[in-house]
């Protein structure tokens, strides 16, 4: 999308997902897990337009198969509990009762409708919910706007991770400020489409529901699909935004004057929250980003940069930070799109490799000491049309191995 923004975005540093207006969280540990906390939840004054993109993965996930029947109904969602050390997938008619029974429950404590409340799982595949631990758990929650809230909510949503994910920015629009945020989860299974990660989204905009769908399909395809651990797509993928309205903006439609600066306040805050999974891969020690410029379109240019930053070949290289450059052009050429293979251009940052497809006097130590960096960019133009598109990822390490052989012990 190549939107002219009207309005500055202003990151919200001390901001979480409770900073809208209508918003509050909790979390807790129920002992699912043996010391983090294991469920949350988030809770809106109102019932909030909502809208959500899911895992492509054919094995789907109870809590996937429940939030998308609640969010069908009414297309708004005031509550949605989340817990960590069980997925609930693979577990078949009783993941489903387990499923609505966490639904149901919820709607009960805070006295909602049920189909107003979207459920999440993340964690171990394959193993019954412990609902003895769960059920009153849900009753323990008390959600509350603070900054200590909000922290604990952040923490019961990881599994493997080694950081929380965490962003928040406001935008004016129609003179009223609107702020938005976002919190996730994601370390490993992580790959384009969608990964093994939760996203959840608060704002306070006024936006109808379908707006708000088509929006975020759009923006995860050049956000939550750009990022990639490890080539594998988890059951229980979700991303959920819920708009609360509260802000006091007129309704959001794409004929909105300042439609494109929601679009930029979404967008950044997905982004965000992607470089942030990308970056916390199992054992990651660096960030991988590729910017593709020169493709024919958009869509081809993140192909491209998704072939790139998905290759292990290529997150290898950046391990052992080897200036193999070989690889990249292996990657670019293996994407499936259409370029020239005489007019392509590699750098690594400011150190150029290539300069249409002939390899330039670079020197290799300053190479290998660009690479021991823990962001590195791979810049590569195909000097085919005007398409550009962006991809993130990650190393590729001996500790990916130790941590997922012992996954489960």
């Known amino acids: 999308m190549q939107l002219e923004y009207k309005q500055k975005l ?35 004054d109102v019932p909030a337009e909502a809208a959500a993109v899911y895992t492509l993965n054919q094995i789907i996930a109870a809590p996937l198969t429940v939030t998308k029947e609640s969010i069908s109904s009414e297309g708004k969602i005031q509550a949605v509990v989340i817990n960590s050390g069980n997925a609930n997938a693979c577990t078949g008619s009783q993941g489903m009762l387990d499923a609505y029974t966490m639904r149901d429950t919820v709607a009960k404590h805070f006295s909602i409708k049920n189909n107003y409340v979207a459920v999440a799982s993340t964690g171990i595949i394959g193993e019954n919910m412990p609902m003895d631990k769960i059920t009153p758990g849900i009753s323990q929650l008390v959600p509350e706007k603070s900054s200590e809230a909000a922290l604990s909510f952040n923490e019961s949503i990881l599994t493997t991770d080694t950081m929380m994910k965490s962003t928040c920015y406001e935008v004016e629009i129609d003179g009223v400020t609107v702020t938005m945020a976002g919190s996730a989860k994601g370390s490993g299974m992580i790959a384009p489409n969608m990964a093994t990660m939760l996203g959840f989204v608060t704002t306070d905009a006024n936006i109808a529901n379908e707006y708000l769908r088509t929006a975020l399909k759009e923006i995860t395809d050049e956000t939550f699909n750009r990022i990639t651990v490890d080539g594998d797509t988890s059951t229980n993928d979700m991303v959920l935004v819920m708009a609360s309205g509260m802000a006091g903006n007129d309704s959001l439609t794409p004929e909105h004057h300042e439609w494109e600066n929601f679009i930029h306040l979404l967008k950044q805050v997905c982004e965000d929250l992607a470089v942030m999974i990308a970056r916390d891969g199992e054992g990651a020690t660096k960030l991988i980003e590729v910017q593709v410029t020169g493709a024919y379109t958009d869509e081809e240019a993140g192909m491209v940069a998704k072939s790139v930053v998905g290759s292990d070949l290529v997150k290898t290289m950046v391990f052992g930070s080897d200036p193999n450059w070989g690889r990249v052009m292996m990657a670019v050429g293996k994407s499936g799109v259409k370029l020239d293979p005489n007019k392509i251009d590699i750098a690594l940052g400011a150190h150029t490799l290539l300069l249409h497809s002939e390899p330039t006097n670079y020197v290799e130590t300053e190479l290998t000491k660009y690479l021991n960096n823990d962001k590195v960019i791979i810049n590569i133009h195909l000097n085919c049309g005007s398409g550009t598109g962006k991809a993130w990822g990650c190393d590729l390490t001996y500790d990916y191995v130790r941590i997922n052989a012992s996954y489960r012990t």
């Open 10 to 44: 202003i990151k919200n540093k001390e901001g979480s997902i409770i900073s809208p207006i209508g918003f509050t969280a909790a979390g807790i540990h129920t002992k699912v897990k043996r010391k983090r906390k294991d469920l949350g939840v988030i809770l809106c």
